[in-house]
Structures are given as C-alpha cells and as structure tokens.
C-alpha cells in the first residue's frame, strides 16, 4: 500500500530550525517527484519546494529560498526538508506529495508547484513558530 508519512515537525522559537522528513512506502521512490507544502489556517495549500526523482533539481517558492533547503535519500526512501531562521509566517500543517514520472528526466515539464500534480499525500504535521 502506498503511504507518505511526514515527520519532525513541532513549536519552535522564530530563528530556530526544524528538519521534516517524509517517507514512503509501497512503491518505487526514486520514480517520484516530491513536493513540500503548506496550508495555515483559513488559506489553500500553497507550494514550498520540490525535488525532482534522482534529486538533481530542486525548486523554492521565493518566501523561503535561503532558508529552506530540501533533499532525499532515495535508498531510504525519504525526502527532508531542512529549515531555518524560521519565522511565525511558516507557521502552517505541512505537507508531501508524490508524483510518479515515467520519464525522470522530465520533471521540467511540469508545473511541479501546482498541488493537482500530485496523486498522493501524506497526513500532514504541524509546524508553529512562536516565542
């Protein structure tokens, strides 16, 4: 069964840091497109980075380049997305989502910040940056 499981979130102080992770389950990893997003309350779940399959390319929205650094270690089937100098505004429940590409090399191609990409999702953890 396919599964994405998302992992390290948690309440930490504004200039703090938090390393998510998201791993999967039940299919081949290195075939998929990871995205991070996010959605805080009372907006729409909104883009922050994604990776292409073998983690050759890698993608940020403009609020969180600098701060925000994504990876994956496709033998461990995970990807992670290590933030710092967080701020209040990236409080919000943070997601993964999976994306199968026949053709790797064409992550390019695809609107890759837009969630409707994505055919699977993980449940979501909470992030809040509050002193």
């Known amino acids: 069964q396919l599964q994405l499981v998302e992992s390290g979130g948690g309440l930490v102080q504004p200039g703090g840091s938090l390393r998510l992770s998201c791993t999967a389950t039940?299919?081949?990893?290195?075939?998929?497109?990871i995205g991070w997003f996010r959605q805080a309350p009372g907006e729409e779940r909104k883009a922050v980075s994604c990776?292409?399959?073998?983690?050759?390319?890698?993608d940020y929205v403009d609020s969180v380049k600098g701060r925000f650094t994504i990876s994956r270690d496709n033998a461990r089937n995970t990807v992670f997305l290590q933030m710092d100098n967080l701020e209040p505004e990236d409080t919000a429940v943070y997601y993964c989502?999976?994306?199968?590409?026949?053709?790797?090399?064409?992550?390019?191609?695809?609107?890759?910040?837009?969630?409707?990409?994505?055919?699977?999702w993980g449940q979501g953890i909470q992030v809040t940056v509050s002193s």
């Open positions: 989502g999976a994306n199968y590409m026949h053709n790797p090399n064409n992550y390019r191609n695809y609107d890759v910040y837009n969630k409707a990409f994505y055919e699977y």
């Open positions: 990776i292409s399959p073998n983690g050759d390319t890698a």
């Open positions: 039940g299919f081949k990893f290195n075939y998929y497109a």
